[in-house]
C-alpha cells in the first residue's frame, strides 16, 4: 500500500509523461500549461486511494486517474473565462495569457484528452467507468450554470447552494471515488458506501472552504474576504442574507461595490453582519455534520484496514482535523 | 437495407427523442436549440450506411450515430463563438442570443452528451469504438486551431491548406464510416479501404463547397461571393494567392475591405484575378480527382453490393453527379 504522498507523486509523474503534439501550438501548449500549474491533485488521489482499497496494482488505475484530473482542469480552464479571473495559481490563465478563443479549444482538447486516457481502462470495465465519468461530468456542467445563475439573483435559498456545490465539487470527488473502486473490483454495497462518504467529504471540503475564506486559518495563514470583496454567494453570505432584516440584506449585497470604503472596511462591515446572526458557528456545525456523515459512511466499507486507515487519515488532514 | 432519406428519418427520429434534463435551463435549451437546427445529418447518414455494409439491423448503429451528429454541432457552436458568427443556418448562433458564457458550457455538455451517446455501443466495440472517435475529435481541434493559425498568415500553402480541411471535415466524415465499419463488423482491410474513402470524399466535398461559394451552383441558386466579402482564405483564394504578382497578392489580401467597393465591385474583381489564373479549372481537376480516388477506394470495399450502390450513389447526389 502506499501513502498519499507516494501515489501524488505518481500521479505528477504520470502527468509529466503525457505527451501531447507540438503542433499546432496554441492548440497543445495551453493544455500543458494549465496541467503543469499543478496543485493538490486531490481527485486523482481519491482514485487511487479507493482503487487501493480492494487492490495493489496502481498502475492500472492511473490512466483513469490522471482522466478525472486531466477533466478538472478542463473545468477550470473554461470556469475562468466565464468567471473572467486574470489568474489562476499565482499564473495568467489560459484566456489572458492566449486570448479567449485559443482557451475555449485548448479546454475542449483537454475533455478530449480526458476521455483518451479513460479509454485506457481495462476493457472489460470500461462501460461501468464511462457511464460513471459521463454522469460526474455532465453534473459538473449543470453545477456550473447553477453558479452561474446565482450570481444575478437576489436570494438563493441554502438548499439550493447546498445541490449547486454538490453538483459543481462533490460529484467529481464521488467520481473519482468511484471510478477507483469500479477498477480495484469493488463490489456495489462498497460502492455505494464510497459514493456516500465522497459526496459528503466534498460538501464539507467545499463549505470549509468558503469558511476559510471569510474567517481566515492561522495554520494556513490564507488571505481573508476574497469572498467578501467579490461579493460572491457563499453559504455563509447565503445564511447572513436569509437570516438578515431588509436593511441588512441591501447593505450585504452593496457594500463590496461601495468605492467609499477600503477593503478592510468592506469586510469588516460584511463580518460583523455574519457574527450578528453567528453564521461562523452555523457553518462550522454544517461542515462537521457532513463530515460525520462522511466518516460513518467511510467506516461501513469492508476493505483493507490500513487502506482504509489511510483514506481516513488523508480526508481527516484535508479538513485540518489531524491534530 | 434503407436508402439515405429512411435513414435520415431514423436519425432525426433519434435525436427529436433525446429528452435532455428541463433543468438547468441555460444549459440544456442551447443544447436542444443547436440539435433543432437540422441540416442534412451527413455524418450520422454515414455511419449508418457505412453500417448496412455489413449489417441489417441499423438501431444497434444509431446512439453511436447520433453521437458524431451531436459532436458536429458541437463543433459549429463552439467555432461560431470564435468566428464570432451571429447566424448559423437562419437563426441567431447560441453565443448571439444567450451570450458566451452559456455557449461555451452548452458546448462543453455537448461533448459529454455525445460521449454518452458513444458509450452505448456493444461493449465489446467500445474500446475501438472510443480509440476511433478519440483521434478524429482531437484531429478537428487540431483544424479548427490551424484554421485560426491561417486568418493571421500572409500565405499559406496549398499542401497546408488540403492537410486543414481534412482534419477540420474530412476525418469526422472518416471517423463516421469507420465506427459505422466497426459496429457492423467489417474486417480491417474493408475499414481501411472505406476510410481512404471517407477522407478523399470530405476533401472533394469541402473543396466542391469552396468552388460554389465563388462560381456559385445555377441548380442550387446558392448566394455566390460569401467567402470573397469575408476575405476568407479558402482554396481558391489560396490558389491564385501562390500565382498572383506581388501587387495582385496586396490587391486580393485589401479588396473586401476596400471601403470605396460595392459588394458586386469586390467580388467582380476578386473573381477577374481567379479568372486570371483558372483558379476554377484548378479547383475543378483537384476535386476531380479527390472524388475519383474515393470512387477507387469505394470499389476496393468487399460487402453486400446493393448497400455499396446506394453509398455510391448518395455521394454522387451530395457531388452534384447524380444527373
Given at each position: 500500500m502506499m501513502d498519499s504522498q507516494q501515489l501524488l507523486c505518481k500521479i505528477n509523474d504520470y502527468l509529466a509523461a503525457l505527451d501531447y503534439p507540438a503542433e499546432p501550438r496554441l492548440l497543445y501548449r495551453p493544455v500543458e500549461y494549465a496541467l503543469e500549474?499543478?496543485?493538490?491533485r486531490l481527485r486523482p488521489v481519491f482514485v487511487l486511494m479507493s482503487y487501493g482499497l480492494f487492490a495493489e496494482d496502481y498502475e492500472r488505475a492511473l490512466p483513469c486517474a490522471a482522466a478525472i484530473e486531466v477533466f478538472h482542469n478542463f473545468t477550470l480552464l473554461h470556469d475562468d473565462i466565464m468567471d473572467n479571473a486574470p489568474l489562476r495559481r499565482g499564473r495568467p490563465t489560459v484566456w489572458n495569457r492566449w486570448g479567449e478563443n485559443v482557451a475555449i479549444l485548448s479546454g475542449d482538447a483537454m475533455i478530449i484528452s480526458s476521455y483518451s486516457l479513460l479509454a485506457q481502462a481495462p476493457a472489460a470495465l470500461l462501460p461501468r467507468v464511462m457511464e460513471c465519468f459521463n454522469r460526474v461530468a455532465m453534473q459538473v456542467c449543470e453545477g456550473q450554470q447553477y453558479d452561474m445563475d446565482f450570481e444575478s439573483r437576489q436570494t438563493v435559498e441554502e438548499s439550493e447552494y447546498i445541490n449547486m456545490i454538490a453538483l459543481k465539487t462533490s460529484v467529481l470527488f464521488e467520481g473519482a471515488i468511484e471510478i477507483g473502486a469500479i477498477l480495484g473490483g469493488a463490489d456495489r454495497r462498497n460502492i455505494n458506501r464510497l459514493r456516500e462518504f465522497a459526496l459528503e467529504f466534498g460538501l464539507a471540503f467545499q463549505l470549509q472552504d468558503d469558511l476559510l475564506d471569510s474567517y481566515g486559518d492561522s495554520r494556513l495563514g490564507k488571505s481573508v474576504g476574497g469572498d467578501i470583496l467579490e461579493g460572491k454567494k457563499t453559504y455563509l453570505m447565503i445564511s447572513a442574507l436569509n437570516a438578515a432584516t431588509p436593511e441588512e440584506r441591501t447593505l450585504l449585497g452593496s457594500l463590496h461595490r461601495d468605492?467609499?470604503?477600503s477593503a478592510d472596511e468592506k469586510i469588516a462591515r460584511t463580518l460583523e453582519i455574519f457574527n450578528r446572526y453567528e453564521v461562523k458557528r452555523k457553518t462550522e456545525e454544517e461542515i462537521n455534520r457532513r463530515f460525520a456523515k462522511a466518516l460513518a459512511a467511510l467506516a461501513e466499507v469492508d476493505a483493507d484496514p490500513e487502506a482504509l486507515a489511510g483514506l481516513k487519515a488523508f480526508v481527516e488532514g484535508l479538513m485540518g482535523r489531524d491534530k
Open positions: 500549474a499543478g496543485g493538490k468605492e467609499s470604503l
